[in-house]
């Protein structure tokens, strides 16, 4: 499976963004507790391809919901339609993702729909419309996708995955640690 953009993206620099990132002080390694804490949060907000306050709304939500905050917090970004496109393989990159459903080529149970961020029930099958299966792009990336997550269930043969059920923490493969975005939002709270 070739490496997702983001991990490529996040390997490139070491050092934080800025005039200044590469400075002694940041490369000797002593990082506070916040600012490690922000680079968890905006490494999430990078990788499901969303904005500081919907980041925050999926973080009050989850804080809501029994069970751990953080576990539940990647499992809300991980029923996002836009990703769920991305994970089944119809999209390259979330952001291609994102562009699938906004310009309304992916349907939920037979009907169009054009919200990156609707939360996916268990059970709803999402396919691409018969016009962009034969999309150069989406051809492409089906053609290359390998991993298929355990909770989706993919016929490449119709461009649809079914989504079977929601993930547990184990089986999201990113690269973050949770337990300090949630460290993190209820410091502000």
């Known amino acids: 499976m070739p490496r997702p953009k983001y991990a490529r993206i996040l390997d490139k620099r070491s050092y934080p963004p800025g005039d200044h990132g590469k400075e002694k002080q940041f490369r000797s390694g002593r990082r506070s507790d916040y600012g490690m804490q922000l680079t968890e949060k905006q490494k999430v907000a990078f990788i499901y391809n969303v904005r500081e306050g919907q980041l925050r709304r999926y973080f009050m939500k989850a804080r809501q919901m029994p069970g751990n905050t953080g576990a ?4 809300l970004l991980e ?6 496109v991305y994970r089944a393989g119809f999209a390259a990159t979330i952001w291609a993702a994102r562009q699938l459903v906004t310009h309304g080529h992916i349907l939920v149970d037979g009907k169009r729909l054009n919200i990156p961020s609707y939360l996916t029930r268990p059970g709803e099958t999402i ?3 018969e016009k962009m299966r034969k999309n150069a792009h989406v051809v492409e990336a089906m053609e290359s996708n390998a991993y298929a997550p355990q909770y989706l ?4 043969n ?5 989504f079977t059920r929601i993930p547990e923490r184990g089986e999201i493969q990113v690269p973050v640690e949770e337990s300090l975005v949630v460290e993190f939002y209820n410091r502000l709270a």
């Open 72 to 75: 539940n917090l990647i499992g």
């Open 79 to 84: 029923r996002r339609l836009d990703n769920l």
């Open 127 to 129: 396919s691409v419309v």
């Open 153 to 156: 269930t993919i016929d490449t």
């Open 158 to 162: 119709t461009a649809s995955a079914t």
